[in-house]
């Protein structure tokens, strides 16, 4: 059995989307993030870092794993599913896995705070993040010309970059012209398991999602 400690984002999505994939038991622990669950004592005991996902195998005596991609890679690696094992594929995975990780996550995260949740309005950042998420997803939609899925077969890389990508409206940032790009959104996002995965914990309205960060930023600032 799984725990999930997770909450409503792109990166809480990753994880559940992958253990619906996988059909893996799984209990949801969601946490608060306005009420600041993520920092309480108890959690930084699973995740130092005070984020979301993390999750705890309970039939590996308890193993936590924390950051997103790390749980990803745990949990096909423990099921053999969705991360090949020769070298080549595996590193084709990965690699546009922490193109996920280290690009898209990180870039569209910050359109996201300047957009939409930032006090004061700042152009030069919002459209300096708005034009580096416009140009991974150009080379996502370079990519997606020659292949199906982003590693070739479908894989943590797409479960990774899926839940960013079906919201980058809330960033600002538009695809048009990107019909790879397009067509793959559409193709994962109809798969069974990324449907009950992405409503994990609950389905929720983007508005209210920003108002939490928005509560949460300000009592972090205080």
Known sequence: MIDLYTAPTPNGWKVSILLEELDLPYEVKAINLG????????????????????????????????????????????????LPTDPKSRSTVLQWLMFQMGGVGPMQGQANVFFRYAPEKIPFAIERYQRECRRLYEVLDRRLAEVPFLAGEYSIADMATWPWLRIHGWAGVEIDGLDHLQRWIEQVGERPAVQKGKDVPLPIEMEKRGDDVKQAAAKMLV
């Not at 009420?35 to 005596?61: C, H, M, S, T, Y």
């Open 35 to 82: 009420e600041l669950e993520q920092k309480e004592d108890w959690f930084l005991k699973i995740n130092p870092n005070g984020r979301i996902p993390a999750i705890v195998d309970r039939d590996a005596d308890d193993f936590a794993v924390f950051e997103s991609g790390a749980c990803l890679i745990y949990l096909a690696e423990k099921t053999g599913e969705f």
